[in-house]
């Protein structure tokens, strides 16, 4: 429906935005069987430069709009407000343009390139925003060579890449100020990053937590960096989607050395998981670990052979009748001669690398096990868990394979 129809335009800019509300009116409801592909690609390229003319029209008027005030007529705060509330668009984002378009008029050549369609809005933004956020020591005739150069730019790349260079932008029109400025630039970002860093981890009560953080940028490419090497198949990981990462995280908190971690109240940050005897030695009663979570019996018999686990085994009145000694079961050493010998996980048909396998106790150390080369296998994670699932019985093999099969 065209604007006319309400309002009759006397300026030219009024009288073209109405002539294409008439345009728009005939043309939506053409169908577009009829255009070839070479045009399609044409069009669609030709309807990106429209849109971003048409962009820098509407930025022009409401640069218009905001110079005469024109929202104190219906009482609104400002004409963002007016803006927003006469075309439900919302005020944070009639602010954002209103910003944009004072900041056009201030860098014209930016604001010709827009309404040439030679630039999109969101690069528009980029270069306004960039310059601005120069040093206000920083002489007028530098900001227009920054400023330049960044148009330039946007003709060879989008509005994520020219953000980047918007970002060191002296190091190219002023690079005797361009190092002291970035310098001072990071040290900021970084002390603020350090300042917001977050963590909330929440339980569902159906056995698992949500969490979100907040990382500072070097340290998040770290921990991405650990990750990646932990959920890469070259090394036992399921691969870099959602759940991989998922269990390379998992992984990643399983593997941390305890005794890197300092202690509270005269205790290190060790996980303690509380069992009976009779779960230790393969019975179905459920354990308990320090932080208040109940675990498999599988499992807590899995984490008392790991590293950095103490188990706490009750008798029949709930007396404490050993606390294991926290220690890594099997040595470097030990580890290395058990990768030479077994070449991987020992399961049957598993072709995991020995650098993503747990060192498991063929006899359970609940039965005196002893840690040994002899004694001890390598096991992915996977087989780790079935060696201790009450569901599985393992067989040994002849050249040290292990099988796995289900109870009846």
Known sequence: MSISANHTPRHPVASFVARMHDELDDITGRPMWSMDDD????????????????????????????????????????????????????????????????????????????????????????????????????????????RDYLL????HYDARALRIQGRRILDVVAPEVGEAEEAKQLAK?????????????????????????????????????????LASPKAGGEGLSPHGMGLAFAEYIRRYPTDNLPAAGGVSATVVVTMTLETLMGGLKAAQLDTGTMISPGLARRLACEAGIIPVVLGGRSEVLDVGRRRRFHTKAQRIAMAVRDKGCAAMGCERPTSACH?????????????????????????????????????????????????E
């Open 39 to 146: 045009e399609t690609r044409h069009t669609l390229v030709q309807a990106t430069r429209l849109l971003a003319r048409l962009s820098a029209l509407e930025l022009k008027v409401a640069a218009h709009a905001d110079r005469n005030r024109v929202g104190e007529a219906s009482g609104a705060t400002s004409v963002g407000v007016r803006w927003a509330n006469q075309t439900r668009m919302t005020q944070a984002e009639a602010h954002r343009k209103v910003k944009l378009a004072k900041a056009l008029e201030a860098h014209g050549p930016v604001g010709e390139a827009l309404a040439r369609g030679d630039v999109l809005v969101d690069q528009a933004r980029v270069i306004t925003d960039a310059v601005a956020a120069l040093p206000d020591t920083i002489q007028p005739e530098v900001r227009s060579q920054a």
């Open 189 to 229: 970002e970084e002390r603020d990053a350090e300042a917001k860093a977050r963590l909330s981890m929440q339980d569902d009560g159906h056995g698992q937590t949500h969490g979100r953080f907040t990382l500072p940028d070097h340290i998040a490419g770290m921990f991405r960096k650990a990750l990646h090497a």
């Open 152 to 155: 330039g730019a946007a003709a």
């Open 359 to 407: 060192a498991h106790h063929l006899t359970p150390w609940s039965q005196g096990g002893g840690t040994s080369v002899k004694d001890g296998v390598l096991l992915c994670p996977r087989h780790h868990t079935l060696a201790h699932h009450d569901d599985y019985e393992l067989t040994h093999h002849p050249g040290g394979k292990i099988s796995f099969n289900r109870r």
